[in-house]
C-alpha cells in the first residue's frame, strides 16, 4: 500500500509515522521550505503523553502545576493533578519527522498539494514542485489531507471550507512576580468570547494571547490587554484554527475510502479552549488504526468525535455567559467541583462531565439561564 500525506506538521508526520512503522509506504509533501514554520508556544494537558506513547523530553519548555482563573470580580486557583506541558511546535514538529525518517517516510519539502481526482480504487494527487513551479501527478492507495485549517484536500472534495477562528499571541517577558508554574486565564465577555491567556515558557518568558473573531479585533483587544499590564511583545504568533461542529462527517472525503483529513484538516479542535494538538494526534491514531485494519475511519473516530461534541456544547453556553456569569461560575469552583477540575483535565471530558455536573449541580442552572436569556 502506498500513501500521500498533504503536510508535514504535528497531525500528518505522527499519521505518517503510525503507518510506515507497519510497514506503508509514505511520502509527505510539504508547502513550506523548513519544518515546524512559523514557532508557536502550545500548552497542552499530559495527554500527550498518553496519545504519543512517549514523551520527547526535548520539544517541552515547562511544566505547569496550577491555573489561575480570574473574571471581573473573582479569582480562583487550580492545582492540577497532572501537570500541563508547555511545548514549542517547531520542536515537536522536528521531532516527530526525526521519527517518521526513521522507519522510512520520505518528506518532501517546498511541494504544495493542489487536488485529487479519483480512478477507480486509485487517487491522483496533484503536486506542484514551488521551486520549478511544475505540476506533477502522482497516483497512490490513499490520500491524506493533514494540511491544516484551510485544506486544500478538505476544499476541493467539500467545497465548504470550515467555520475559522483567529488566535493571536505575543511572547512577553514573563511579568515581576509571576510563577513560571502557574497559568493565567482571563474571561472578559465583552471583549472576547473566549479568553485571555498567559502561558509562562520559562522563568523569562511568558506567551500572552486571545482568541477573537477576526485579526483586527484580536490585535486591538491583545494590545489593549498588553498595555493595561505594562507587557511589552517582542514576536507575534497567529493563525486560524477550524471550529468543530456538531455532526461534522466531513473526514472521509470519497466513496472509495481513500482520501481522507486529520487534525486541523478535519476540524478536531476542542473549542472550549481552541487546542488541536492532542486532539489531532488522536484524529492521526484513529486514521492510522483503520487503514491498518481495513476499518472505518467514522468509528474509529467515536471516542474522539464524543469529546469534540462535549467541548462544542459547552462552547455554545459559554458564548452567551456575561461577565456576571463568570463572576457566579468562578464563585462555583470549590469543594467537590474544584476536586474533579484538579483530578480530571480538558482532554477528557468524556469521563468528567456528569462528574462535574453531580459536584455542582448549579452548573445546569448556570447554562439553561444562559441559553435561556439568549433566545429571549
Ligand atoms: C497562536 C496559536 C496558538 C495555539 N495554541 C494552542 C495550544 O496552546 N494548544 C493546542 O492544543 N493548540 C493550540 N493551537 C492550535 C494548534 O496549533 C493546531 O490545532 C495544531 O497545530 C494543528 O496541527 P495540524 O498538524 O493538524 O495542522 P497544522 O499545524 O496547521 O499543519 C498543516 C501543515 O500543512 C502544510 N500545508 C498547508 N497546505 C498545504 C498544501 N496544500 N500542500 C502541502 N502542505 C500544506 C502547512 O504548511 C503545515 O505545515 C494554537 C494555534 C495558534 C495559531
Redesign the pocket.
Known amino acids: 500500500m502506498n500513501v500521500i500525506v498533504?503536510?508535514?506538521?504535528?497531525?500528518?508526520l505522527f499519521t505518517a509515522y503510525l503507518l510506515a512503522k507497519e510497514g506503508v509506504k509514505v511520502e509527505v509533501?510539504?508547502?513550506?521550505g523548513l519544518l515546524g514554520r512559523p514557532p508557536?508556544t502550545?500548552?497542552?494537558t499530559s495527554e500527550l503523553n498518553n496519545v504519543l506513547g512517549f514523551l520527547p523530553e526535548e520539544i517541552v519548555l515547562n511544566k505547569v502545576n496550577y491555573i489561575e482563573l480570574f473574571s471581573r470580580t473573582t479569582s480562583t486557583t487550580i492545582e492540577l493533578k497532572t501537570p500541563d506541558l508547555i511545548i514549542e511546535?517547531e520542536k515537536m514538529v522536528n521531532y516527530l519527522a526525526h521519527l517518521a525518517k526513521g522507519v522510512g517516510v520520505e518528506i518532501v519539502l517546498r511541494?504544495?498539494?493542489?487536488g485529487f481526482a479519483l480512478f477507480g480504487k486509485k487517487v491522483t494527487a496533484r503536486i506542484r514542485d514551488l521551486d520549478s513551479n511544475k505540476e506533477f501527478q502522482k497516483s497512490v492507495d490513499i490520500l491524506i489531507g493533514?494540511?491544516?485549517?484551510q485544506s486544500?484536500i478538505n476544499l476541493v472534495a467539500s467545497r465548504n471550507g470550515h467555520l475559522l477562528t483567529t488566535?493571536?499571541?505575543a511572547r512577553v517577558h514573563l511579568p515581576m512576580g509571576q510563577n513560571p508554574n502557574t497559568v493565567r486565564v482571563w474571561f472578559d465577555s465583552d471583549r472576547t468570547k473566549y479568553f485571555y491567556w498567559l502561558i509562562p515558557e520559562s522563568e523569562r518568558v511568558a506567551a500572552v494571547?486571545l482568541v477573537a473573531e477576526d485579526i483586527q479585533q484580536a490585535e486591538e483587544c491583545l494590545l489593549k490587554f498588553l498595555r493595561e499590564r505594562g507587557l511589552e511583545a517582542f514576536e507575534f504568533?497567529?493563525?486560524m484554527?477550524p471550529m468543530h461542529r456538531f455532526g461534522f462527517i466531513g473526514e472521509v472525503l470519497s466513496k472509495e475510502h481513500n482520501v481522507f483529513t486529520v487534525?486541523?484538516?478535519a476540524a478536531q479542535?476542542k473549542v472550549t479552549t481552541?487546542?488541536?494538538?492532542?486532539t489531532?494526534l488522536h484524529g492521526a491514531r484513529a486514521l492510522s488504526y483503520a487503514i491498518l485494519n481495513g476499518r472505518n475511519y467514522s468509528k474509529a473516530l467515536r471516542e474522539l468525535k464524543i469529546e469534540l461534541n462535549l467541548h462544542f456544547l459547552i462552547r455554545q453556553i459559554l458564548n452567551r455567559f456575561s461577565g456576571e456569569d463568570y463572576d457566579r461560575l468562578i464563585g462555583m469552583i470549590n469543594g467537590r467541583l474544584k476536586n474533579t477540575l484538579e483530578e480530571w483535565n480538558r482532554d477528557e471530558l468524556k469521563q468528567s462531565f456528569l462528574k462535574l455536573m453531580w459536584a455542582e449541580p448549579r452548573l445546569i442552572k448556570l447554562g439553561a439561564k444562559a441559553l435561556i436569556r439568549s433566545l429571549l
Open positions: 498533504s503536510g508535514a506538521s504535528i497531525s500528518g509533501y510539504e508547502k513550506e508557536r502550545l500548552i497542552v511546535r511541494h504544495q498539494c493542489e493533514a494540511d491544516g485549517a486544500r488566535l493571536l499571541q494571547g504568533q497567529s493563525a484554527v487534525g486541523d484538516a479542535v481552541v487546542g488541536g494538538v492532542v489531532g
